[in-house]
Every structure is written in structure tokens, then in C-alpha cells.
């Protein structure tokens, strides 16, 4: 009796095979991450390192300053120096430094200005001393005019004494120069009760010799002048006064 036939079943017959890529050298090897012991690693943070603090040391070195004094206000000639009258400032001024009051010393003791100091100016030693060098003296006069714009403190000026005579008299004004190269300390500037007048009070250092004859002059009726040194006496030469003054 013949044999059924059955037909193949679909898993019982040969598969085909995958074909196979060729490999053409040895087997790759897995992406490592870069270790921080990597020598050009190592070389890209040294350089940096070396960038940051060279820019560092150089904004130091351009940014280094001093504490040092400054003015808080106007000082005059005769000025005693008091920390109420300065500021503490930081400036770079390197070699330049000990010529000014830093705020790391003590300030000298029994001093005052022989030279006049700006506010805001960084205070020199030179503008300090215990007495006036040239020996010059301290001496008070008042004037009933407007002072000339070139006097102001710390300018050198001349004194001239204007003397009219007697009440009334007509005659002709006496122009005497009684001080030359005197220095302006301080300037105060005050109004009669009515404000009709001015009165100025100018503070000079005077060289003791001119001394009496502006006593002399501060103790009479004579009219006191006070002018940029070198000015002429006729500039300065008050009018006699009219009929009937």
C-alpha cells in the first residue's frame, strides 16, 4: 500500500543562514571616557590656571593704593592741623607716598599750616611746621571795601595806609604803603547793622619788622587797603572826601 504524503512542515526544513559581515581588523574597542590623570588634560588646566592668576597679580599690582589724608575743607595759612578738618582717601601715589600724611602714622603733634591746602588736596608734609619758617607773625586788620579779586587766601599782598587828614579838610589823600608781600590766612566778610556796608577782617602773616607801622595804622582813622602784591599805589588811592562829608 502506497505511503501518504505528507508535505514538509515550515520548521522542519533547513533555514538559511545570516550571512556574515567580513571583518577587516581586530575588534573595536568601547569609547573610554577621558581620565583626569590625561596628560593633555592635565596641560589644559595648568595653562588656564597659570592665565587666571597671571591676570589676577596683574590687577593687584595695578590696583594697589594707600590710605593717605586729605583736606575736608579750605585750610589757611596759620591752621592748626586737627583730624576734624581731614579725610581719609585711597590713591595710588607708590613712590610719591612719603610726601603725604599717610592715615597708618600719627598725625605731628603742635603743628600748623605754613602753606595753603585746597579741600580734597592730599595734605604734604611740607605744608606742616611748628612755627612759620620765614618767622613771620600773625596779625589782624580790617578794610571797608571790596577786596580785589586776586586777594584770597594764600596769596601774597601789599598794605597800603590811606590817611585824608582831618574832617572836612581839603586835602589830598596820603597813600603810604605800610607792608609788602604779606600772606592772606584768612578772609571774613561781615555787613553793617543796616547792610549798607561791608567790613572785611583779612588775617595776614606779616614780617615782624612792618609790624608798627601797621599797629599804628590799625589804631588810627586811616583807611587800610589790602592788594595783590606788587599792585600800583594809585590803584588803591581813596578820593578826599566832598564838601560838607
Same mark, same amino acid.
Given at each position: 500500500?502506497?505511503?501518504?504524503?505528507?508535505?514538509?512542515?515550515?520548521?522542519?526544513?533547513?533555514?538559511?543562514?545570516?550571512?556574515? !559581515?567580513?571583518?577587516? $581588523?581586530?575588534?573595536?574597542?568601547?569609547?573610554?571616557?577621558? &581620565?583626569?590623570?590625561?596628560?593633555?588634560?592635565?596641560?589644559?588646566?595648568?595653562?588656564?590656571?597659570?592665565?587666571?592668576?597671571?591676570?589676577?597679580?596683574?590687577?593687584?599690582?595695578?590696583? @594697589?593704593?594707600?590710605?593717605?589724608?586729605?583736606?575736608?575743607?579750605?585750610?589757611?595759612?596759620?591752621?592748626?592741623?586737627?583730624?576734624?578738618?581731614?579725610?581719609?582717601?585711597?590713591?595710588?601715589?607708590?613712590?610719591?607716598?612719603?610726601?603725604?600724611?599717610?592715615?597708618?602714622?600719627?598725625?605731628?603733634?603742635?603743628?600748623?599750616?605754613? *602753606?595753603?591746602?585746597?579741600?580734597?588736596?592730599?595734605?604734604?608734609?611740607?605744608?606742616?611746621?611748628?612755627?612759620?619758617? @620765614?618767622?613771620?607773625?600773625?596779625?589782624?586788620?580790617?578794610?571797608?571795601?571790596?577786596?580785589?579779586?586776586?586777594?584770597?587766601?594764600?596769596?601774597?599782598?601789599?598794605?597800603?595806609?590811606?590817611?585824608?587828614?582831618?574832617? $572836612?579838610?581839603?586835602?589830598?589823600?596820603? !597813600?603810604?604803603?605800610?607792608?609788602?608781600?604779606?600772606?592772606?590766612?584768612?578772609?571774613?566778610?561781615?555787613?553793617?547793622?543796616?547792610?549798607?556796608?561791608?567790613?572785611?577782617?583779612?588775617?595776614?602773616?606779616?614780617?615782624?619788622?612792618?609790624?608798627? *607801622?601797621?599797629? $599804628?595804622?590799625?589804631?588810627?582813622?586811616?583807611?587800610?587797603?589790602?592788594?595783590?602784591?606788587?599792585?600800583?599805589?594809585? &590803584?588803591?588811592?581813596?578820593?578826599?572826601?566832598?564838601?560838607?562829608?
Amino acid at each position: 500500500m502506497p505511503e501518504s504524503y505528507s508535505p514538509p512542515s515550515a520548521d522542519s526544513g533547513p533555514r538559511p543562514r545570516t550571512p556574515e !559581515v567580513p571583518r577587516s $581588523g581586530p575588534a573595536a574597542q568601547r569609547l573610554r571616557r577621558p &581620565s583626569w590623570r590625561e596628560p593633555r588634560l592635565l596641560a589644559g588646566v595648568l595653562i588656564v590656571a597659570l592665565s587666571v592668576s597671571g591676570v589676577i597679580a596683574l590687577l593687584t599690582a595695578q590696583n @594697589q593704593t594707600t590710605q593717605v589724608y586729605a583736606a575736608d575743607r579750605l585750610l589757611t595759612v596759620g591752621d592748626r592741623l586737627s583730624t576734624e578738618d581731614l579725610r581719609v582717601v585711597q590713591v595710588q601715589i607708590d613712590e610719591l607716598s612719603g610726601a603725604y600724611l599717610p592715615v597708618t602714622e600719627a598725625l605731628p603733634e603742635d603743628t600748623a599750616f605754613v *602753606a595753603l591746602v585746597e579741600e580734597g588736596e592730599l595734605i604734604p608734609r611740607r605744608a606742616l611746621a611748628e612755627e612759620d619758617p @620765614q618767622g613771620r607773625q600773625a596779625l589782624t586788620i580790617e578794610v571797608e571795601h571790596t577786596l580785589a579779586r586776586g586777594v584770597e587766601p594764600g596769596r601774597l599782598v601789599d598794605v597800603w595806609s590811606a590817611d585824608a587828614g582831618p574832617l $572836612g579838610a581839603q586835602e589830598e589823600v596820603q !597813600v603810604e604803603q605800610i607792608a609788602a608781600g604779606a600772606q592772606v590766612s584768612v578772609i571774613t566778610e561781615s555787613s553793617s547793622s543796616f547792610g549798607a556796608q561791608n567790613r572785611v577782617t583779612v588775617e595776614l602773616l606779616v614780617d615782624p619788622a612792618e609790624l608798627p *607801622a601797621l599797629l $599804628g595804622a590799625t589804631s588810627s582813622a586811616s583807611a587800610l587797603s589790602v592788594v595783590p602784591a606788587g599792585a600800583d599805589a594809585g &590803584s588803591v588811592s581813596e578820593p578826599a572826601p566832598e564838601d560838607g562829608a
